[in-house]
């Protein structure tokens, strides 16, 4: 079982970027596909990015597309989002999750470990 950690959420101005990081432990996360979600309040969770296991192939949410990117580092057995271009509409809880499956997806049933979450906060 992988436990997750994430860090680096905060408060930022509208344009401005933030770089999110999700620790694991437990096991390597060279084991899963990594993916990212978002939570704001009264809303449903929404899929933001994915990562393979290798790093090699990557899929993204529409939203943010072009803005965001998720990369992966297995030998520090860490997950990463940065996130540029903020808008207000970004403001939520983000979540790191981890899947066993092999095919990225943006499913989040498919996920089976999940972080506790960093607020990011994008002022107007």
């Known amino acids: 079982q992988v436990q997750l950690v994430e860090s680096g959420g905060g408060l930022v101005q509208a344009g401005g970027s933030l770089r999110l990081s999700c620790a694991a432990s437990?096991?390597?996360?060279?084991?899963?596909?990594m993916g990212w979600f978002r939570q704001a309040p009264g809303l449903e969770r929404e899929f933001i990015a994915a990562i393979s296991r290798s790093g090699g192939s990557t899929l993204y949410a529409d939203s943010v597309k072009g803005r965001f990117t998720i990369s992966r580092d297995n030998a520090k057995n860490t997950v990463f989002l940065q996130m540029d271009s903020l808008k207000p509409e970004d403001t939520a809880g983000y979540h790191c999750?981890?899947?066993?499956?092999?095919?990225?997806?943006?499913?989040?049933?498919?996920?089976?470990?999940w972080g506790q979450g960093t607020q990011a906060t994008v002022s107007s």
């Open positions: 437990g096991r390597t996360i060279s084991s899963y596909v």
């Open positions: 999750a981890a899947s066993t499956g092999v095919v990225l997806t943006s499913r989040d049933y498919a996920y089976a470990y």
